[in-house]
């Protein structure tokens, strides 16, 4: 308990009620006073009201007017010194800035009057006037201005020498609970209480329902997901369908040998793909002829191609392992498009699995955001175009291309940006368009074209929130405060 409620409770136990708090306690603010009083009003130990009264205050003006006299007087004052008082030019000189606010009252008062280019005065050897105005501020200061007529406030008030302000104090009286003590106010009521009988007795504080509550405890999307959910809407706009992503499993074959990848590619070796122990082994995909044909196109050369020529291996091809990309999802949907082919946008954002040295910035799992486009008698110019309207929607106008090597598109082209903050170009994704040898064994007509392109979902969200550190999205070391407090992601200029 504060001094000050002790107080209060005094004054109140001798005299009843306190009048205006203003007059018991001058020394105080209204803030100090009106804290007190809350917290023994919630005791239900007093109440009270309001007293609002107006009250004067000078400017600094007007309190330098108060010490050293208006602006008129200290003019006239100036001319009476002077035997041949004060040249109309020196005005501003002498007396400042002030000076021809005082020359021109001077003159109203009939104070002074001009003389050629010079200010004379009738007061040269008679007393001075009174100095009104500085008399009117000193008794405003001094009493609020009780023997000042208001006319002349009013008048003070155009010249901005004062303004009203409210102060606020307080009429006090005692309540139902009022007591020189302060008893202290449970918050709860606890078992314990509960359980001695206490409860029965103890004092509890009153609701506040003016109080904030607790934020509730939610969900919260993390930022992944919201960056993941801005590339959807992104795909969709375009026309763009889902691929059913949601296997972490994949056989060898729809991993790689259906995209024509080589089984002694280094890409397949157990430094850089996950092989599963149980089960190690996949069944054969039921479509034979197809198993057939993507054999011969490694091994013997189909479709136009000499293919590979290299003893094709079953047991390699059923090895079961962690996808390395979502484009075994988009090989398994071409294949099904093959049963009824049409031009066709598909893409999937999903985690795949990379047998990766993990870093600052790597782990050995990302997100593949992954499109695929399949029309009529597409060409590179389709891909480039296709490209740069896509990179657009989030925001990336320049984009360069360079020349790569995938096993299963060609031409194959990685697609770099002009990062400005790192001033210089960036690679953000892969693409190319499948090879025969990937769409032909499917049965796809040969001038049913498909491009796909491929980037990571990590990369662009680390960049939006500004992360330099995969653990800080990603893993036991992400701070749960970060995921709920950041907003929804917009892809735009800052995501490159
Ligand atoms: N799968 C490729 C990768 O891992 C991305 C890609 C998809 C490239 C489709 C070309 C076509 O980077």
Redesign the pocket.
Known sequence: MSDLQHRILQVLDAQDVIQDTKVQFPELDSQTVQAALNSLLARSMIKYTNIETDYWLLTDEAKDIVQNGSHEFRLLQEVTTNLEGLKIADVGTVLGKNGKLGQAKAFKNGWIFKDGDRILTKFKDRPLPNDETAQNLKDIKENQGAGVDKKELQDLKKRKLITMSKIVSYKVEKAAEFSLEIVQLNADITSDMIQSGSWKTAKFKPYNFNSEGVFPQSGALHPLNKVREEFRQIFFSMGFTEMPSNQYVESGFWNFDTLFVPQQHPARDLQDTFYLKDPATAKRPEDKEYWENIQRVHQDGAFGSIGYRYPWKEDESLKMVLR????AI?AAMLKKLAEDPKPTRLFSIDRVFRNEAVDATHLAEFH?V?G?LADYNLTLGDLIGFMQSFFDKMGVHDLRFKPAY?P??EP?LEIFAYHKGLGKWVEIG???M?RPEMLEPMGLPKNLRVL???LSLERPTMIKYKLSNIRDLLGHKVSLDFIESNPAARLDEDLV
Do not use: A, K
């Open positions: 390395t990309h979502t484009t988009s593949q992954e695929v995938n299963y598109t194959s892969n693409s190319g499948f796909g392109w491929g």
